[in-house]
């Protein structure tokens, strides 16, 4: 983002409280917590459940900002502080309104293409690939970390520089017209839906209610845009036919991680083919395309993923195939693939004093993600056990027993050596893997970290795995933390 305050101040209609002493110098990006403020930045000072923004605009001055958005008249300690600096302050009738204003103007200042990425599984480590893909041939933006909802979208928007080529925008939803609404600012080019799962039944009830919600990204694409579908999705004919791709002249393109696309299916596809893992976990296959200009025909090379987990292929398929779209040849993509890393908290390897190897996939977990890391963790070689560390799933609403116990019995077709649960719903998983036909003894149930923590210390040694996962609201990183530490 780059913006004077003359210009914000039109965009979104504000009262300008505090005149700054040069209203055509240039913003050069925005925050809205106060301790991360760096020099020239636009700080949003929003209100939240425990601290209010407005509360430390003064803060935000001293540390750099030369321009505030409040949502109230600031007190006198920030009117000074913002005279004193030469900075701003601009207050408007709603400041996560105003950010999202300025990201669509901002969108509408910069030629970039716009990539969109959802899914209920899968979206960030997609995200991730597509940006490892494009960014060895274009100036490439992306969502940093999991900053894909209605605040984190426009951020990720602002963020983009006005060279920027590609710009990939992840977008995550709880309900319906949250991702129509993100759509609406970022205008994205390309749009992919890596799969429909059952993350949000709690709010939308159905996969079908769910399909509809992940489908806005598909109606929002102009004519001419490029719409990837996971042809292995059993939902991909209604996300198809929610988005009219084809009466809107949007150009489907087809990929799939479990075996080839056939021609009847689609013109240009990209698909995996003798599909394997190595000792690591990591995947290896033959990665095969068609209908690309850098594919003349069918054209297939052999691609070693970076990253562990069999379910990546799919991943790594849709990545792929928006790199092909965009003009890149095979080998070129097949590269990039073999040098990716996971993000933080997702299948993230780290050393545990004791001297096993944590996977720490404690940043978010559904019915799906738990079923394919612990799929991974099985096809780990390792000299020692194979421990998993498993905590509650959110947004499940009245399936939320069902699929838990669903979860155990999974753990228990890959005979771990231990399974520990912690969480109230998790015992579900723990009565899911017994009923299976888990031996009791291998499995535990921990009412808190400090449990957990303390029975793997007593558990470790050199030589042993362990997966950590649960959803983000379990705080199960503090086990991981405490592994390492």
């Not at 002493?21 to 700080?43: K, M, N, P, Q």
């Not at 319906?176 to 429909?196: E, K, T, W, Y």
């Not at 490029?226 to 809107?248: I, P, Q, S, T, W």
Request: proline share 3%; hydrophobic share 45%.
């Amino acid at each position: 983002m780059r913006l004077n305050t003359t210009s914000i101040q039109g965009i979104v209609r504000g009262d300008l409280v505090v005149a700054p002493a040069d209203a055509t110098h240039e913003l050069l990006g925005l925050t809205w917590d106060s301790r991360e403020v760096f020099a020239d930045c636009l700080y949003a000072a929003l209100p939240g459940e425990r601290v209010d923004g407005n509360d430390f605009i003064a803060s935000a001055i001293e540390g750099g900002a030369m321009l505030a958005l409040a949502g109230r008249i600031p007190d006198e300690r920030a009117r000074e502080a913002a005279r004193k600096a030469g900075a701003g302050i601009i207050v408007v009738d709603d400041v996560a309104q105003s950010i999202t204003a300025l990201a669509s103007a901002w969108r509408s200042m910069i030629s970039a293409t716009v990539v969109a990425i959802t899914g209920s599984v899968g979206k960030t480590t997609t995200k991730s690939l597509t940006r490892q893909i494009l960014s060895a041939h274009f100036k490439t933006c992306a969502t940093k970390g999991n900053f894909n909802n209605e605040l984190g979208a426009p951020y990720t928007v602002l963020s983009a520089d006005s060279d920027c080529e590609m710009l990939i925008v992840e977008m995550g939803m709880d309900d319906l017209g949250q991702i129509a609404h993100i759509c609406s600012f970022a205008r994205p080019d390309m749009g992919l839906i890596n799969n429909v799962g059952v993350s949000h039944l709690e709010r939308l009830g159905t996969r079908e209610n769910i399909a509809r919600a992940k489908a806005e990204l598909f109606e929002a694409l102009p004519e001419g845009g490029k719409a990837f579908v996971n042809n292995a999705d059993d939902m991909a004919d209604l996300v198809c036919e929610l988005g009219r791709l084809d009466e809107r002249g949007v150009e489907t393109i087809l990929f799939d991680g479990t075996g080839a696309v056939p021609e009847s299916a689609g013109a240009r596809a990209v698909w995996a083919k003798d599909i394997s893992v190595d000792d690591e976990g990591r995947p290896r296959f033959v990665l095969c395309a068609r209908g690309f200009d850098s594919c003349l025909g069918e054209r297939a090379i052999p691609c070693e993923l970076g990253l562990r987990g069999i379910h990546n292929v799919s991943n790594a398929c849709g990545a792929a195939a928006i790199g092909l779209a965009c003009g890149l040849s095979l080998e070129s993509v097949a590269h990039a693939l073999a040098d990716a890393e996971p993000e933080a908290g997702r299948q993230e390897v780290k050393r545990a004093s004791s001297g096993a190897v944590v996977f720490d996939d404690s940043y978010n977990a559904s019915p799906a993600s738990m079923v394919a890391s612990l799929s991974m963790l099985a096809s780990y070689k390792t000299s020692g056990r194979k421990i998993a560390v498993l905590g509650d799933m959110g947004e499940l609403g009245s399936f939320a027993p069902a699929c838990h116990e669903g979860v155990g019995a999974a753990a228990a077709s890959h005979h771990l050596d231990k399974l520990i649960c912690i969480g109230e719903l998790a015992r579900h998983i723990a009565a899911g893997a017994e009923a299976a036909g888990m031996d009791a003894a291998r499995i535990s149930r921990a009412d808190t970290v400090a449990d957990v923590l303390e029975e793997l210390d007593a558990l470790l040694e050199p030589g042993d795995a362990v997966l950590v996962k649960a959803s983000h609201f379990m705080g199960l990183t503090r086990i991981v933390e405490g592994l390492v530490n």
